[in-house]
């Protein structure tokens, strides 16, 4: 009898420790294991991210660290790492939160636009994706792409069309890169190529006039009547003479892009720039900024008018009086000196 009540007791025991550790790895798999109380968390994993580097992220997320490297383990996922933008919710366990940030990277939305210089819009680009500013500055200025994809030193920001899109958050500079120019061909569809060639133009060509226009005013419904104007100073040979590219050459000869010239002075138009259309004829040899779709697409479908000039009218900021005269746009320019001068404008 007391055999068996040993082999009872034991038995029983044995039952109870295995129950014990079915319930502390059914817990550790499968009982909710957040900390944090929004609904949901991001994390984000580097390429080169080390089980170590996970768990440094996930810390201030989990309840029970311990729990997750265990199921980590058990699970390979130490081993098999992967890079990119994961989304935790509220009360999941680990065995959803290991299946999460195996299988279930989401892409991000990257948005650009206005930037003057390649270098300015690496610094906006990483902000977004896991690629830092100088491997994307190195990448958009190789020498090889840039001949393989018939741009140059001037002409390269112009491949980079402003919009929002789609990536996964661990994408690289080239990535990056080789989609920005996917992008790039399709926007210039055989429509968009057609029309270009209709002005005499290339789609370089475009976007520089299509900069011009952009900065010369920030009211969509007035560019496609601007892109005509410098359309028609074109078409007559006329110089452009447009403002913004002496600012640009005088920010571009400093490398200063941050700087704010309000007023262009009559010294600033004899600068010797392949930019200041003061000097030189035709289109600048790459944009000043980077210019909208709205911008392009306004160069590409002007206003058909007979305007040659234009200056900022102060009775409705934002938009501008045309002229077809020069005296009649002298006349017009009055109202705007007097006015810069009123508001002591020097610079």
Same mark, same amino acid.
């Given at each position: 009898?007391?055999?068996?009540? !040993?082999?009872?007791?034991?038995?029983?025991?044995?039952?109870?420790?295995?129950?014990?550790?079915?319930?502390?790895? +059914?817990?550790?798999?499968?009982?909710? /294991?957040?900390?944090?109380?929004?609904?949901?968390?991001?994390?984000?994993?580097?390429?080169? *991210?080390?089980?170590?580097?996970?768990?440094?992220?996930?810390?201030?997320?989990?309840?029970?660290?311990?729990?997750?490297?265990?199921?980590?383990?058990?699970?390979?996922?130490?081993?098999?790492?992967?890079?990119?933008?994961?989304?935790?919710?509220?009360?999941?366990?680990? /065995?959803?939160?290991?299946? #999460? $940030?195996?299988?279930?990277?989401?892409?991000?939305?990257?948005?650009?636009? /206005?930037?003057? =210089?390649?270098?300015?819009?690496?610094?906006?680009?990483?902000?977004?994706?896991?690629?830092? =500013? $100088?491997? $994307? !500055?190195?990448?958009?200025?190789?020498?090889?792409?840039?001949?393989?994809?018939?741009?140059?030193?001037?002409?390269?920001? *112009?491949?980079?069309?402003?919009?929002?899109?789609?990536?996964?958050?661990? #994408?690289?500079?080239?990535?990056?890169?080789?989609?920005?120019?996917?992008?790039?061909?399709?926007?210039?569809?055989?429509?968009?190529?057609?029309?270009?060639?209709?002005?005499?133009?290339?789609?370089?060509?475009? #976007? *520089?006039?299509?900069?011009?226009?952009?900065?010369?005013?920030?009211? !969509?419904?007035?560019?496609?009547?601007?892109?005509?104007?410098?359309?028609?100073?074109?078409?007559?040979?006329?110089?452009?003479?447009?403002? &913004?590219?002496?600012?640009?050459?005088?920010?571009?000869?400093?490398?200063?892009?941050? #700087?704010?010239?309000?007023?262009?002075?009559?010294?600033?138009?004899?600068?010797?720039? &392949?930019? /200041?259309?003061?000097?030189?004829?035709?289109?600048?040899?790459? &944009?000043?900024?980077?210019?909208?779709?709205? =911008?392009?697409?306004?160069?590409?479908?002007?206003?058909?008018?007979?305007?040659? +000039?234009?200056?900022?009218?102060? =009775?409705?900021?934002?938009?501008?009086?045309?002229?077809?005269?020069?005296?009649?746009?002298?006349?017009?320019?009055?109202?705007?000196?007097?006015?810069?001068?009123?508001?002591?404008?020097?610079?």
């Amino acid at each position: 009898m007391n055999l068996k009540k !040993v082999l009872w007791a034991t038995a029983i025991l044995g039952l109870l420790i295995c129950g014990f550790i079915s319930y502390q790895i +059914y817990s550790a798999i499968f009982s909710p /294991n957040t900390l944090f109380n929004n609904d949901e968390a991001y994390v984000y994993i580097a390429s080169d *991210a080390t089980f170590s580097d996970v768990k440094t992220s996930l810390e201030p997320l989990l309840q029970d660290l311990s729990t997750f490297e265990a199921v980590a383990k058990r699970k390979g996922y130490i081993t098999n790492i992967k890079a990119g933008k994961y989304a935790l919710k509220k009360g999941m366990n680990n /065995n959803e939160i290991i299946n #999460t $940030l195996r299988s279930a990277n989401i892409p991000v939305q990257v948005s650009f636009n /206005n930037q003057e =210089s390649v270098a300015l819009l690496a610094g906006r680009i990483s902000e977004q994706i896991e690629a830092d =500013s $100088l491997s $994307l !500055v190195q990448t958009f200025n190789d020498p090889d792409f840039l001949k393989e994809s018939k741009f140059n030193e001037d002409s390269k920001l *112009a491949m980079y069309i402003p919009n929002t899109y789609e990536f996964f958050w661990n #994408t690289d500079a080239e990535s990056f890169r080789d989609r920005m120019k996917t992008e790039y061909d399709r926007f210039w569809n055989e429509e968009r190529l057609q029309k270009a060639k209709n002005l005499g133009l290339s789609p370089n060509e475009v #976007t *520089a006039l299509a900069a011009i226009v952009q900065k010369e005013t920030a009211k !969509v419904d007035e560019r496609p009547r601007v892109a005509g104007v410098y359309l028609n100073r074109i078409r007559r040979g006329m110089l452009l003479q447009a403002d &913004p590219t002496v600012i640009y050459a005088i920010k571009k000869e400093t490398g200063n892009y941050d #700087t704010i010239i309000k007023r262009v002075l009559f010294r600033d138009l004899e600068m010797d720039s &392949p930019y /200041n259309t003061y000097k030189y004829a035709g289109v600048p040899p790459g &944009p000043i900024t980077m210019p909208d779709i709205s =911008s392009i697409d306004a160069v590409l479908n002007p206003e058909k008018h007979d305007y040659l +000039y234009f200056v900022v009218d102060v =009775s409705n900021f934002g938009y501008h009086m045309f002229a077809k005269t020069l005296a009649q746009h002298n006349r017009n320019k009055v109202q705007y000196i007097r006015w810069l001068n009123q508001q002591k404008v020097m610079r």
